[in-house]
């Protein structure tokens, strides 16, 4: 089962410092990136949590196809 690349949920401090633009500025920018994080995050673990649960009803259905298919086979 391979793993989705996980976005890092903050920045780092490097590219935080920009002497040019103002506090404010800066801020909101941040905030709408790290909006933008939680969005994909949450969109990830939806997908992810999706998955799991094909594979867990998957791993339910299988005895009862196996019991299924060895109570035709007897019949026939």
């Known amino acids: 089962m391979k793993i989705e690349a996980i976005h890092a949920p903050t920045n ?37 949590a999706d998955r799991l649960n094909r594979i867990r009803l998957c791993a339910l259905l299988t005895p009862l196809i196996a019991a299924a298919v060895g109570l035709v086979s007897r019949l026939f």
């Not at 002497?19 to 939680?38: A, D, M």
């Open 12 to 48: 780092e401090p490097r590219n935080i410092f920009q002497p040019t633009f103002s506090l404010e500025s800066i801020k909101e920018v941040e905030f709408e990136n790290l909006q933008q994080r939680i969005d994909e995050t949450a969109a990830r673990n939806a997908r992810v």
